[in-house]
């Protein structure tokens, strides 16, 4: 699963085809949704494979704003950011074992998961949190880097207009 972009007009082939999976997909189209709403609002499905996108001239506009950024460090700093954000919030109770860190339940004893994780052998604990009880927040782990907005950036100059495909 995952988002393909299409260039419509490519003037190479850096401007062909991007393609992100969701994971990475969905931090980056929220980074250029939030940072350049004017640059991004004629495209409305960002986070769907409904064939939107921007045209020639949006491509490019979008394209040298985020190379300037990218050249300036803001892209950078955003991801510095965000990656501290992400960490700094709060762990969530694990599902699976209610926070205690062994389970239970029918799953959990046939396994031997009812047994607290044996800090030396490993074995026993909730495969849910590792027997911490504790699971890091939904999307917390979603990935962002600088190179992949250099990627997009890069297609997005040559693509001629582009579909979420
Ligand atoms: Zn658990």
New binding site residues.
């Given amino acids: 699963m995952g988002m393909d972009v299409y260039g419509k007009h490519p003037a190479n082939d850096e401007g062909t085809y991007f393609r992100n999976n969701i994971w990475w997909w969905h931090p980056l189209a929220g980074f250029l949704t939030e940072t350049y709403p004017d640059l991004t609002g004629d495209c409305t499905y960002w986070h769907s494979n409904d064939g939107d996108g921007l045209d020639a001239d949006g491509a490019k506009a979008l394209a040298a704003a985020l190379q300037r950024d990218l050249d300036s460090g803001a892209v950078a700093a955003y991801a510095k950011e965000r990656e501290e954000a992400l960490a700094a919030l709060p762990m969530q109770e694990?599902?699976?074992?209610?926070?205690?860190?062994?389970?239970t339940d029918e799953v959990g004893r046939r396994f031997g998961m009812d047994q607290p994780r044996d800090p030396v052998t490993g074995q026993g604990?909730?495969?849910?949190?590792?027997?911490?009880?504790?699971?890091a927040p939904l999307g917390a782990d979603a990935p962002f880097s600088v190179e992949n907005v250099q990627e997009f950036a890069t297609f997005l100059r040559s693509c001629g207009g582009f579909e979420i495909c």
Avoid: A, S
Wanted: proline share 5%; glycine share 38%; hydrophobic share 10%.
């Fill in positions: 694990c599902g699976p074992c209610e926070g205690t860190g062994v389970r604990g909730c495969n849910g949190c590792g027997g911490d009880g504790k699971v």
